[in-house]
């Protein structure tokens, strides 16, 4: 048997909170007798029901029912018991801010400011007297619902930015098992068939020819290693890196080479997400390793700033610049793969050696309150990611 849900869970304690001031119209009710008595309560008693009601029926057709159901009872109940019932349209506020047809939206306001004004000119005296306590309530009953209406249309535009990021999320997950398998079958693919045709050729000539079967498994074996070097290069291409650890094996890259190294950096990258981070350390691993092996530069600089909502990295050396070969070679084409991921663009150009620019735009998985984005250890993200990666 399942047991009665009073409110929806994913409410929280938020719908328990307002039934405190349902004590105020209790109260009033109190000093009642009779019939009189008998039906107040009645009355309180379907205001409550249809409150629940509420979070339960919404966007059908019982909503707007049990809705007007709830600003009528607050009428009878500030014209015919007391007139600080208006109070309760406190209640129906909060629901009239969940249409999202602007029209009935209207419609529930005119209705509810006509559920509290006629009480208000009935007894006009009363509130002639007491005009400036009562006023400011009047009006932040009737304008509760415009900002109730922009607080759950910001909550909504959240929860559909966090279901897009989870989605790009999926995407680049996606991306990079073909990447992943693209690189095993281009760079093993051709290393373990040759394997395996020559150890089918050691079975034939370990008999008829010893000798060379082996020198063909001493093959063989160097084979294999080049394959496992392969492998060891594939997971290092793996490992989730930042910025600023790439930056740090740039640097010692560059000095080992003997070439004169300028960085600066003007971006905070403990908002940037780490998928954003690996792709630009990769790129920049692979720039740093074209200008050391091709370029003949004695400088090289790095500068990554951002701009407008993006990031912007640019390296330059004072080398021979880029050949036309080197447009689409020297790992160009790896890098504008991996960058389509993110969204981001390279251009290349010749400038008094070579120059090289990556535009990324950024994307912070952060909101006000920090909730969105996990504060993540450097290295033990990267660890947390990479496991995610491989278990989904």
Same mark, same amino acid.
């Given at each position: 048997m399942n047991a009665l849900v009073i409110f929806p869970g994913k409410y929280g304690f938020f719908p328990y909170v307002f039934l405190i001031y349902l004590f105020f119209p209790v109260s009033f009710v109190l000093e009642e007798s009779g019939w009189k008595r008998l039906i107040g309560f009645g009355l309180i008693l379907l205001f409550l029901l249809s409150y629940r009601q509420l979070y339960f029926v919404a966007g059908t057709r019982k909503f707007h029912m049990w809705l007007y159901i709830q600003m009528t009872i607050i009428l009878v109940l500030s014209l015919f018991y $007391?007139? $600080? =019932?208006?109070?309760?349209?406190?209640?129906?506020? $909060?629901?009239?801010?969940?249409?999202?047809?602007?029209?009935?939206?209207?419609?529930? /306001?005119?209705?509810? !400011?006509?559920? *509290?004004?006629?009480?208000?000119?009935?007894?006009?005296?009363?509130?002639?007297? %007491? *005009?400036?306590?009562?006023?400011?309530?009047?009006?932040? *009953?009737?304008f509760s619902p415009f900002a109730y209406r922009s607080m759950y249309s910001k909550m909504e535009l959240e929860e559909q930015l966090n279901q897009a990021n989870e989605q790009i999320d999926e995407l680049i997950k996606r991306e990079e098992?073909?990447?992943?398998?693209?690189?095993? =079958?281009?760079?093993?693919? =051709?290393?373990?068939?040759? /394997?395996?045709?020559?150890?089918?050729?050691?079975?034939?000539? !370990?008999?008829?020819?010893?000798?060379? !079967?082996?020198? &063909? +498994?001493?093959? /063989? #074996?160097? %084979?294999?290693? !080049? +394959?496992?070097?392969?492998?060891? #290069?594939? /997971?290092?291409?793996?490992?989730?890196?930042?910025?600023?650890? #790439?930056?740090? &094996?740039?640097?010692?890259?560059?000095?080992?080479?003997?070439i004169s190294y300028a960085c600066k950096v003007d971006v905070d990258f403990s908002r940037i997400p780490l998928i954003t981070q690996n792709i630009l350390s990769m790129c920049i691993r692979e720039a740093v390793t074209n200008v050391v092996k091709h370029s003949h530069a004695k400088h090289c600089e790095i500068e990554i700033t951002e701009r407008t909502g993006e990031i912007q990295l640019s390296i330059k050396d004072d080398g021979k610049g880029f050949s036309i070969n080197d447009m689409k070679g020297n790992g160009i084409t790896g890098m504008e793969e991996r960058l389509t991921i993110i969204e981001g663009t390279v251009n290349r150009q010749n400038n008094n050696g070579a120059y090289l620019f990556i535009s990324v735009p950024v994307i912070s998985r952060r909101n006000e309150e920090g909730l969105d984005d996990q504060s993540y250890d450097r290295r033990g993200s990267a660890d947390a990611s990479r496991r995610a990666f491989f278990s989904s």
């Open positions: $007391n007139l $600080n =019932h208006f109070y309760l349209g406190f209640f129906p506020a $909060n629901f009239i801010s969940w249409y999202e047809d602007k029209r009935l939206f209207r419609l529930a /306001i005119l209705y509810l !400011a006509f559920c *509290i004004m006629t009480p208000m000119a009935f007894f006009y005296e009363i509130v002639v007297d %007491t *005009i400036m306590f009562l006023f400011p309530f009047l009006i932040l *009953i009737l098992r073909l990447r992943i398998a693209r690189d095993l =079958h281009d760079t093993l693919g =051709h290393t373990l068939s040759l /394997i395996t045709l020559k150890s089918q050729l050691v079975a034939k000539l !370990a008999d008829r020819d010893s000798e060379r !079967a082996i020198s &063909e +498994a001493k093959e /063989i #074996e160097r %084979t294999s290693r !080049a +394959a496992l070097s392969q492998v060891r #290069e594939l /997971i290092d291409d793996m490992r989730m890196m930042t910025v600023s650890e #790439e930056l740090l &094996e740039a640097k010692a890259l560059l000095q080992a080479a003997h």
